[in-house]
């Protein structure tokens, strides 16, 4: 069972499988993908591919008391820069400038 992670308020990170000729044979691949999350879809007027989402997978909430734990900070800390993140990328998208949200380890 392949299960995605939901980050609030940014989108989920997910994999569909996708068919591919590799030497004559057709493989399945599990590819990564990410879907912005509908308020920031629906905020800056973009366009939601949802045909590409999987229709059964259930997704998993961040875990906020992980990244807690890894990171030694405290809950307030990692809820007050994930959600500054959010407002940074949301300013950059509005301003229509081309955003690269990089996350260290994520899959």
């Given amino acids: 069972l392949l299960q995605g992670v939901w980050i ?3 989108g989920y990170f997910d994999t569909v499988p996708r068919e591919v000729m590799m030497g ?3 493989v399945t691949l599990q590819m990564p993908t990410f879907h912005l999350a ?4 629906c905020a800056h007027s973009l366009t ?5 989402l ?3 997978e259930e997704l998993e909430p961040l ?3 992980k990244v807690v734990a890894t990171a030694s900070v405290s809950w ?3 809820e007050c820069c ?3 993140t959010m407002s940074l990328l949301s300013h950059c998208l509005r301003k229509g400038e081309n955003v690269a949200l990089i996350l260290k380890d994520i899959g």
């Fill in 8 to 10: 609030p308020t940014l």
């Fill in 24 to 26: 004559g044979e057709t």
């Fill in 38 to 41: 509908r308020n920031l879809v």
């Fill in 48 to 52: 939601d591919d949802r045909a590409l």
């Fill in 54 to 56: 999987p229709g059964n």
């Fill in 63 to 65: 875990k906020y008391s």
């Fill in 76 to 78: 307030w800390k990692v």
């Fill in 82 to 84: 994930t959600k500054g």
